[in-house]
């Protein structure tokens, strides 16, 4: 902007006039790809949380309760906005692995009794339930995935559905932020089923519309002949599929196309935006991150016995007085 059109604006807001990156509702906000040494703050903050702590009188349970109910929580609010650095999540576990072994914001491997992988794991399979916050980074982030589809009163989220492509989760000028959204939206479409209304938000292909399964795993042969992987289902519909294909295809793809086209034939689109619907939804525009973040955790394991006989039943009470 021009000098002069800055001081205006300021004069005008009642604001100062900074560089970035700097602090907006307590998150750093930049122009570009944010630097490691943004997220320096909440490292900070860490330390001044470890040196308040008398850890010297306190037991591994002990320390384990202030690292889940303070240390896993401070960091919720950015990451249900941005990526934090792998780097600064390093740093953050150093100073929690070393307070939960040695009660010290630095200590040495030796004495770790447990690799840190599976401190980080849920009690159902063995863990002490501190968090991963890497998994718990993503899960939050596709919560926000989740509100750019779902929340239509939100007056940021109209703005952003207004300048990219929400379907695709594409954007020319939006940033390495989008760049890391989109690379969730597998993920996200993984968990997520639609109700079809007017088709513009919804892929063709990869999301789930119609059945169980998204039509790209349902007519593999066909998708591997597409050419247009990444319509959306009005498009899809508008064009009967016209277009969208190699000119010759296979016997297999070629019966696939019949029933595809069967199937778009009985398509009717509204006015109205289409509805993304999800086992893990905690309210219309809001999922429940804790439930997903135990999934990724999961991975197929079954519960483990003994952790469980450890972690869901009470000590018995003692008993006093004459028998």
Known sequence: MDADLVDQCTA?????????????LGLPLSASKLPQSAFSTYVDKTDRFLSSWQASVLNNMGRVVLINSVLDSQLVYIMSATQVPPDVIKLIDRRRRSFLWS???ESS????????????????????????????NICLLLNLIHRLHCAHSSAW?????????????????????WKLLRSLLPLYQA????QIEDGCTTLFWT??????????????????HCTRKDDTVQQAIASNLQGAFVNRLSPHAHQELQLLIGL?????????????LSPFSRSPDKLDTSTIYKLLKARGQPNDPASTFIWKNAAPQSTTGNA
């Open 191 to 194: 968990i997520t089923t639609v």
């Open 109 to 136: 491997a030796a004495k770790c009794l447990v690799a840190w992988t599976n401190v980080c794991t849920t009690k159902e399979w063995g863990g002490l339930g501190i968090r991963d916050l890497g998994t718990q």
């Open 103 to 105: 009660g010290n914001k």
């Open 157 to 177: 989220a109209a703005w952003i559905r207004q300048r990219a492509d929400i379907a695709n989760m594409r954007c020319d000028n939006l940033g390495h932020h």
């Open 207 to 224: 999301d789930v519309w119609n059945g169980d399964d998204a039509l790209a795993d349902r007519f593999p042969r066909l998708y591997s």
């Open 264 to 276: 778009i034939q009985q398509m009717t689109l509204s006015a109205l935006p289409d509805k993304r």
């Open 12 to 24: 005008a807001i009642g604001c100062s006039k900074q560089s970035f990156p700097q602090n907006y």
